[in-house]
């Protein structure tokens, strides 16, 4: 076990680094609060820790905001 990666786990909450390296592999998912003790820790943006998964939600959301500012056709009768 590397020493960072105990820390990092220590620094989260966690007893050992197992919970961290299924984070690594994708095998789990960490919650919102360790999501933002990740960032703090590594001293990095949120959006830096899953980038993938933030370049999808911004262009869905993009896509949304630009299906909304649509101006809507009302029906002529």
Do not use: C, T
């Not at 590594?42 to 830096?48: G, K």
Request: proline share 6%.
């Amino acid at each position: 076990m590397r020493f960072a990666s105990r820390r990092v786990a220590l620094l989260l909450g966690h007893s050992d680094s197992s919970i961290l390296a299924q984070y690594e592999r994708g095998k789990r998912f960490p919650s919102l609060i360790n999501i933002l003790r990740l960032s703090i820790i590594l001293r990095v943006p949120v959006e830096f820790l899953y980038p993938a998964l933030y370049d999808q939600l911004r262009e869905q959301i993009r896509a949304e905001e630009e299906r909304l500012s649509q101006p809507s056709q009302q029906p002529l009768f």
